[in-house]
Nanobody, 132 residues
Framework: QVQLVESGGGLVQPGGSLRLSCAAS????????IGWFRQAPGKEREGVSC????????YYRDSVKGRFTISRDNAKNTVYLQMNSLKPEDTAVYYC?????????????????????????WGRGTLVTVSS
């Protein structure tokens, strides 16, 4: 059974850090591009960061560049999102998602094109709250 499970969310103060994990089962993660998305109440889902399945090319939305880092550990079949210097605007439910072949879009295009249809498998999300 294909499954993605996010963990690592929680309450953190502005300026703090969290590391989110996305554990994959039922498929080999390294055959898939992986994306982190987020959705705040009343707002549309947005791509945060994605990493492709081949050369490891990455995409970050402008608002998180320099603060967030996406990485993968194929041995653990897990993708991470390290989030530093967190801001209240980062508060959202964070989802990881997987995009299988054919990989006809660039990682940026796949990560930013609504409704994010390139990603066929989705986790249930983990809540990140950045607040004093």
């Amino acid at each position: 059974q294909v499954q993605l499970v996010e963990s690592g969310g929680g309450l953190v103060q502005p300026g703090g850090s969290l590391r989110l994990s996305c554990a994959a089962s039922g498929f080999t993660l390294d055959d898939y591009a992986i994306g982190w998305f987020r959705q705040a109440p009343g707002k549309e889902r947005e791509g945060v960061s994605c990493i492709d399945q081949g050369d490891g090319a990455t995409y970050y939305r402008d608002s998180v560049k320099g603060r967030f880092t996406i990485s993968r550990d194929n041995a653990k079949n897990t993708v991470y999102l390290q989030m530093n210097s967190l801001k209240p605007e980062d508060t959202a439910v964070y989802y990881c998602a997987a995009s299988g072949p054919p990989h006809i879009a660039t990682v940026q295009h796949a990560c930013t094109t609504l409704p994010h249809g390139y990603f066929e498998f989705w986790g249930r999300g983990t809540l990140v709250t950045v607040s004093s």
